[in-house]
T-cell receptor, first 113, second 116 residues
Framework: QKEVEQDPGPLSVPEGAIVSLNCTYSNSAFQYFMWYRQYSRKGPELLMY????GNKEDGRFTAQVDKSSKYISLFIRDSQPSDSATYLCAMSEYGGSQGNLIFGKGTKLSVKP | NAGVTQTPKFQVLKTGQSMTLQCAQDMNHEYMSWYRQDPGMGLRLIHYSVGAGITDQGEVPNGYNVSRSTTEDFPLRLLSAAPSQTSVYFC???????????????FGPGTRLTVL
């Protein structure tokens, strides 16, 4: 079983919809959880970062971590066509090195006008 | 700031050829890394560096070499290209330990490599 599982989609929603993107993981030692957004033919960019369990909100984006269920989510409210991208979750046990990041495969999202 | 730059953008190689993918950053970042991204596989770490003169292996290091002689540059060398190395390669950098603590990890635009 891969350490991080993420449904690749594609996911297609109408503009204004609430989008829910999810990842599950098997390593209970993961403490640091991130979401990256990647536009087509571009490099990923960090969208949200969360440490341990709980919620974090930034504008239309909310990241949730449930360590007891080994499940993380990214919610996008009032989705826009400009949100169309691939969303990658990533997680890490340790805070001290980039070498520990484990990425999901990414979910491709399309927001239709 | 130019951020993280990668050259070339595209490259086609024949099996057995060698080449170097260039990566440079002008943000004075200590941490730099190389990933490959394949369909259905996500991003996988090849090598990373925590500072000039220090490198370490990631998840998929075989067939690749790196060195870090300056803070700014982190080239990735393919020793003898194989079709299995056909991929998109991303370089990334951050000031401290990546996104932990809120620091942002910046990715370059990628190099699309095809090995025939």
């Amino acid at each position: 079983q891969k350490e991080v599982e993420q449904d690749p989609g594609p996911l297609s929603v109408p503009e204004g919809a609430i989008v829910s993107l999810n990842c599950t993981y098997s390593n209970s030692a993961f403490q640091y959880f991130m979401w990256y957004r990647q536009y087509s033919r571009k490099g990923p960019e960090l969208l949200m970062y969360t440490y341990s369990s709980g919620n974090k909100e930034d504008g239309r984006f909310t990241a949730q971590v449930d360590k007891s269920s080994k499940y993380i989510s990214l919610f996008i409210r009032d989705s826009q066509p400009s949100d169309s991208a691939t969303y990658l979750c990533a997680m890490s046990e340790y805070g001290g090195s980039q070498g520990n990041l484990i990425f999901g495969k990414g979910t491709k999202l399309s927001v239709k006008p | 700031n130019a951020g993280v730059t990668q050259t070339p953008k595209f490259q086609v190689l024949k099996t057995g050829q060698s080449m170097t993918l260039q990566c440079a950053q002008d943000m004075n970042h200590e941490y730099m890394s190389w990933y490959r991204q394949d369909p259905g596989m996500g991003l996988r770490l090849i090598h990373y560096s925590v500072g000039a003169g220090i490198t370490d292996q990631g998840e998929v290091p075989n067939g690749y070499n790196v060195s870090r002689s300056t803070t700014e540059d982190f080239p990735l060398r393919l020793l003898s290209a194989a079709p299995s190395q056909t991929s998109v390669y991303f370089c990334a950098s951050s000031y401290t330990a990546g996104p932990v603590g809120g620091d942002t990890q910046y990715f370059g635009p990628g190099t699309r490599l095809t090995v025939l």
